[in-house]
């Protein structure tokens, strides 16, 4: 099949069942996939104009609902989390297509930038699984706790059959919302955050976002997860919030400059069908994986989580080095 606007030619089911495998990985983690698809644009369907990028963020608007109707339905949105994330992203994508077109028309220097702070991410959460942070270990030795308790449980009320590890009621209940902290509660345990670092947080990731043109759900689920010490299972949702609004902020800005006179110099107007067909694809799997993530102890999902962040971060520090 081609596709007239990337000049891709492929068989129609490969985008949506690399999509649908890549997101089902990633979706219990909270990142949508999209950085993992970006070079398989590129690398195997050769498509490497700049509309590459809108391309890539209308798999983010196709693909993410699957996995919030997931969230959503079985309580594990941290709602406050969510519309922090939110608030700060929306402007910061806006000012990073800005900075973007005056300041970086180069942005090399600024991957490396980028790749070194994921580096320090992936660290703090391999420091985490490793047990080299003590005081993490620590705080998650509850959640780990509870969950093994469970998984036995039902276990034993199933016969040995396979069985959730969170219960019904393993839901976020918000406790208290400031513009200093945030509370909230989940299966029994009270988590808070600072209102102010999360928005700070966000806005950067907007800021990257409309620089690069990704989401920014793999920044904020680390963040969140290994400096803010937050569960990841609350986090997930929250994280492929934040990269839907960014995205669909994204494909706005690259229809705006379709407009323009930058259009004429270079092919910015996405291929829709082509982000579609990956977004159908994503739409089942980032439901498959908000669906799988209650059944997955959370050092598993950080580990997922952990392998995404050092990819990202050393496929960013590679291409200021060799590309």
């Not at 969170?166 to 029994?188: D, H, M, N, Q, R």
């Amino acid at each position: 099949m081609h596709f007239p606007v990337s000049g891709v030619d492929v068989l129609p089911f490969i985008p949506p069942l690399v999509a649908f495998l890549v997101s089902s990985l990633t979706a219990s983690a909270g990142v949508s996939g999209a950085f993992l698809l970006l070079p398989f644009q590129v690398s195997a369907l050769h498509y490497t104009s700049p509309s590459v990028s809108p391309t890539n963020l209308i798999y983010n608007i196709v693909a993410i609902p699957g996995g919030l109707y997931r969230y959503i339905k079985e309580g594990r949105m941290a709602w406050p989390l969510t519309w922090a994330v939110v608030i700060g992203t929306l402007p910061g994508v806006f000012i990073g297509a800005w900075v973007r077109i005056l300041y970086l028309p180069d942005p090399k220097a600024f991957k490396v930038f980028m790749g070194l702070v994921l580096l320090y991410l992936g660290y703090r959460m391999l420091s985490e699984l490793m047990g080299w942070n003590k005081k993490v270990v620590e705080q998650n030795k509850v959640m780990q706790k509870k969950f093994a308790q469970q998984v036995a449980k039902m276990k034993e009320e199933n016969s040995g059959r396979l069985a959730s590890g969170l219960p019904a009621e393993a839901v976020v209940k918000t406790k208290s919302i400031s513009w200093k902290k945030i509370e909230y509660e989940f299966w029994g345990e009270t988590y808070s955050f600072s209102a102010m670092a999360i928005l700070s947080l966000s806005l950067v990731v907007g800021l990257i976002g409309g620089i690069y043109g990704i989401g920014g759900g793999a920044i904020i689920s680390p963040f969140c997860v290994a400096v803010l010490g937050l569960p990841v299972y609350t986090v997930a949702g929250a994280a492929l919030a934040g990269t839907f609004i960014t995205s669909i902020a994204g494909v706005t800005y690259y229809h705006i400059l379709a407009t323009t006179s930058i259009a004429n110099q270079t092919a910015v107007t996405p291929d829709w069908l082509l982000g579609v067909l990956f977004g159908v694809g994503g739409l089942l799997g980032t439901y498959v994986g908000a669906r799988i993530q209650k059944f997955l102890p959370d050092k598993i999902i950080k580990i997922i989580l952990t392998f995404l962040i050092l990819f990202l971060a050393l496929s960013y520090i590679g291409q200021y080095f060799f590309s």
